[in-house]
């Protein structure tokens, strides 16, 4: 016999208190997701479950898979049904979650997204395609225009036959205001500081370089009617594997070929400027607040830069997962050291960055939670200049010793050497690996090599100009060759 799937006709079988928290069925598309990864069901669609079932409103999840079709279809073909496991560090609890109402695939689905896109019932739009997603030129935060996937979005805009979720929300809008244009919120949900700012000018600069007649006027509505609010989000939430789609088989009973793990803790914090209606998140714990900026750079830089350290020092000394970096003789000393170091960069209003560190700490020792440092490590070069950069430039200016920075920079630096295949030495992987590994060419002295990585990074501007930043960065290079952590 073989085993049933989770759909809605299976919620039956799964014991009451596993189901999810509304009927699915109540539920009407008002969100559309970009970006069908685990981060999103374990995060927003469970805050907007939880949001549906405390106020009764009907907020359901359109989720649109950017490029795999096969998850989009996987996902209906179990009525968007999944089950989420909370990993708490002695016992683990699932439970289906029943937000998702729609799950498209963004090339082959395109006439639905613009659809949803242009309907006045869909009042928010949520974003996870993480920081390439974007296509910023690094200097400047305007849309590359040049990057090649860019370029033969904006050549086909006249056709709607597009690749990038900047193109499909361009023209989604575009459609949108044809339609009569209802106000609508689009939520970027990346790890970028003024994540909605960023979004917007993209999409802003998209529609400006697109061969539409009405451009002028959809910029014009866009500046009145779509909101670009900020956000912070924060769950971890390693990938998913073999083991875990085993054990939610266990916990519900029936199969879940698209399962999510997740640590218990979660937050999301919102800046308070939404153009439309939206689902009543507050009810859930979201916070919404008039500036984000505190909570944004907190989490980013003590929370986010803390694993990016972790991931690379980690890969120097053999380690694989988050929790194995913290059980080593410097992980934790780590955490707490590159908190210290970056806290007088914080503006006030965020949390206490003590006692953030030491939830930190807590968090990332929880060993259910298998979050690997490859997947971390992946896309340095976009995540480091958030996580790293600023703070390092701030306290560089400022003449602050920056010991921890400088080795984390170095160890990051050690990991972008390219293996005898072509890939980076530990197996994470980066869209600009390529151009990270000719930092490494033949006969380059270390300090060289430093130079050109840190303006692969986007910072000409320390490559050029700190000297003692370049030559610390570059002694440390050996001690991480041989895998020695030095703190
Ligand atoms: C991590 C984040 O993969 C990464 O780069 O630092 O995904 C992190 O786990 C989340 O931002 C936590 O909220």
């Known amino acids: 016999m073989t085993t049933p799937s989770l759909n809605l006709a299976a919620l039956g079988r799964i014991a009451p208190e596993l189901r999810p928290a509304v009927d699915p069925r109540e539920l009407r598309p008002r969100v559309v997701h970009f970006g069908l990864g685990a981060f999103h069901r374990a995060h927003q669609a469970v805050y907007t479950e939880n949001a549906a079932a405390r106020s009764g409103e009907p907020w359901g999840i359109a989720v649109v898979a950017p490029r795999s079709a096969r998850t989009a279809a996987a996902l209906r073909a179990q009525d968007c049904l999944y089950s989420l496991t909370e990993l708490r560090p002695a016992e683990t609890v699932t439970r289906a979650v029943g937000s998702v109402v729609e799950a498209l695939a963004m090339r082959p689905d395109a006439a639905r997204v613009d659809a949803l896109l242009a309907d006045p019932e869909v009042t928010v739009v949520t974003l996870t395609i993480t920081e390439k997603g974007y296509y910023r030129s690094p200097d400047t935060g305007a849309l590359d225009t040049s990057a090649p996937e860019i370029a033969a979005d904006l050549a086909a805009a006249a056709t709607g036959a597009l690749t990038t979720v900047v193109g499909r929300l361009a023209a989604g809008l575009a459609a949108r205001m044809r339609a009569g244009g209802a106000p609508v919120t689009v939520v970027s949900c990346d790890n970028m500081a003024a994540n909605g700012a960023a979004l917007g000018r993209v999409v802003r600069d998209f529609v400006a370089a697109a061969p539409w007649p009405d451009r002028q006027a959809v910029l014009d ?37 698209l399962p999510v793990v997740g640590e218990p803790y979660r937050q999301w914090v919102l800046e308070d400027s939404f153009a439309g209606p939206r689902p009543p998140w507050e009810l859930d714990g979201a916070l919404f607040v008039p500036d984000v900026v505190p909570y944004q750079l907190t989490k980013l830089r003590l929370l986010n830069g803390s694993h990016s350290a972790l991931a690379y020092l980690g890969a120097a000394a053999g380690c694989t997962t988050i929790a194995d970096a913290l059980a080593t003789g410097w992980g934790e000393r780590l955490v707490r050291a590159l908190c210290a170091e970056v806290t007088p960069t914080l503006p006030a209003g965020g949390p206490d960055p003590a006692a953030y560190a030491d939830d930190l700490v807590e968090r990332f020792r929880n060993p259910g939670v298998r979050h690997l440092l490859r997947q971390i490590g992946s896309d340095g070069s976009l995540k480091i200049p958030e996580r790293w950069l600023d703070a390092l430039r701030t306290l560089r200016t400022a003449s602050a010793a920056t010991p921890v920075l400088e080795l984390a920079l170095a160890a990051w630096a050690n990991a972008t050497r390219p293996d005898a295949d072509g890939g980076q030495l530990f197996g994470t992987t980066d869209p600009a690996a390529p151009a990270l590994a000719r930092c490494w060419h033949e006969g380059a002295g270390p300090e060289d090599t430093v130079r050109r990585l840190l303006r692969a990074l986007g910072a000409a501007d320390l490559a050029a100009g700190d000297g003692a930043l370049v030559a610390a960065v570059a002694a440390r290079l050996p001690a991480l060759r041989a895998g020695r952590i030095e703190l």
């Open 221 to 257: 509505w866009m500046a009145a009617s779509v909101a670009f609010p900020a956000t912070i989000v924060d769950r971890i939430v390693p990938a998913t594997t073999e083991a875990d789609l085993r054990a939610a088989h266990a916990a519900l009973g029936v199969h879940d070929g």
